[in-house]
Nanobody, 125 residues
Framework: QVQLVESGGGLVQPGDSLRLSCAAS????????MAWFRQAPGKEREFVAG????????KFADSVKGRFTISRDNGKNTVYLQMNSLKPDDTAIYYC??????????????????WGQGTQVTVSS
């Protein structure tokens, strides 16, 4: 059974940076496409960024393009989300998700089979 554990969330000020990590266990990490989603209070869960099994392909939501990057270390079974120039609108619970590799990086929550418990990111002055 695949388990995903996020870490790195916290309270930061607008303009600050934060790096989230997601450690995977129980499966063949290098065969999974990985993604980050987020959910703010009263809103639906939304796609943030995704990365292919090899790291060769990435995809970002328009709202985070140019500010967030996603990367992975298959030797450490970990995926990262580097978040720069954070805004109050980035406040949400951030979830890590995994699915078996696909032809393209997918961006709908129902397309992912495994989920972490989430980590809170709060951007406030």
């Amino acid at each position: 059974q695949v388990q995903l554990v996020e870490s790195g969330g916290g309270l930061v000020q607008p303009g600050d940076s934060l790096r989230l990590s997601c450690a995977a266990s129980g499966g063949t990490f290098s065969s999974f496409d990985m993604a980050w989603f987020r959910q703010a209070p009263g809103k639906e869960r939304e796609f943030v960024a995704g990365i292919s099994w090899s790291g060769g392909s990435t995809k970002f939501a328009d709202s985070v393009k140019g500010r967030f990057t996603i990367s992975r270390d298959n030797g450490k079974n970990t995926v990262y989300l580097q978040m720069n120039s954070l805004k109050p609108d980035d406040t949400a619970i951030y979830y890590c998700a995994a699915r078996k590799c696909a032809v393209v990086v997918l961006s709908r929550a129902y397309e992912y089979d495994h989920w972490g418990q989430g980590t809170q990111v709060t951007v406030s002055s």
